[in-house]
């Protein structure tokens, strides 16, 4: 059975600064890779997908996500943070083939502090 | 184009009572996802129909809960008789469906329907 973590439960850091939220999955083979994102009061909105091909993938807001085989990860990341980008991040996994049921993380919750 | 729409947003109700959540999906999107998140853990598949027929209803806890997905549009999830435990944020998601398989993996969540069970 397919699985997603998510080691980081709680995040802080400040504006402007950095980020990456970390994503490992086990699967038997390549998965179809997603990044979810909800805010306070909202629903998920996709960010960001990986298909195939190009290893590293450009999403929404400014997000970026690199996919690496070897180390069965899909991290998320974004050069300079906003404010608003507080909110739960969630990392999902679809199987090639397999059922359309995604398997979500657990999630990151992101507090960006002024 | 609208979104995933869902109906509540919110309910509260007692043990034994029986609460219907119904979602809207998008537009022209065959495939329908119902998931749910309970207590903060991470958010959980129930069942996934095609068009009207359910196509895959491994994640179902028990036969307290019930979806229909009428002529293949909008789709009702009823929990009869809620239990403490079924508190939690219901999800709905949509896709498309095509011949190729990475577009119907691309699913469009609705805002939830957070439902607690006193």
């Known amino acids: 059975a397919q699985s997603v973590t998510q080691p980081d439960i709680h995040i802080t850091v400040s504006e402007g600064a950095s980020l990456e939220l970390r994503c490992n999955y086990s699967y038997g083979a390549t998965p179809y890779l997603f990044w979810y994102v909800q805010s306070p009061g909202q629903g998920l909105q996709l960010l960001l997908k990986?298909?195939?091909?190009?290893?590293l993938v450009q999403g929404i807001k400014g997000f970026e996500a690199e996919f690496k085989r070897s180390q069965s990860s899909f991290n998320l990341r974004k050069p300079s943070v906003h404010w608003s980008d507080a909110a739960e991040y969630f990392c999902?996994?679809?199987?090639?083939?397999?059922?359309?049921?995604?398997?979500f993380g657990s999630g990151t919750r992101l507090q960006v502090q002024p | 184009e609208a979104g995933v729409t869902q109906f509540p947003s919110h309910s509260v109700i007692e043990k034994g009572q029986t609460v219907t959540l119904r979602c809207d999906p998008i537009?022209?999107?065959?495939?329908l996802y119902w998931y749910r998140r309970v207590m903060g853990k991470e958010i959980k598949f129930l069942l996934h129909?095609?068009?009207?027929?359910?196509?895959?209803e491994s994640g179902m806890p028990n036969n307290r809960f019930l979806a229909e997905r009428t002529g293949g549009t909008y789709s009702t999830l009823k929990v009869q008789p809620a239990e403490l435990e079924d508190s939690g944020v219901y999800f709905c998601?949509?896709?498309?469906?095509?011949?190729?398989?990475?577009?119907?993996?691309?699913?469009?969540f609705g805002p939830g329907t957070r439902l607690t069970v006193t």
């Open positions: 537009s022209g999107h065959d495939n």
């Open positions: 998601a949509s896709s498309i469906r095509t011949s190729g398989r990475a577009g119907s993996y691309e699913q469009y």
């Open positions: 129909f095609v068009k009207e027929s359910k196509q895959d």
């Open positions: 999902a996994v679809g199987a090639i083939g397999g059922r359309r049921a995604l398997t």
């Open positions: 990986y298909f195939s091909g190009d290893t």
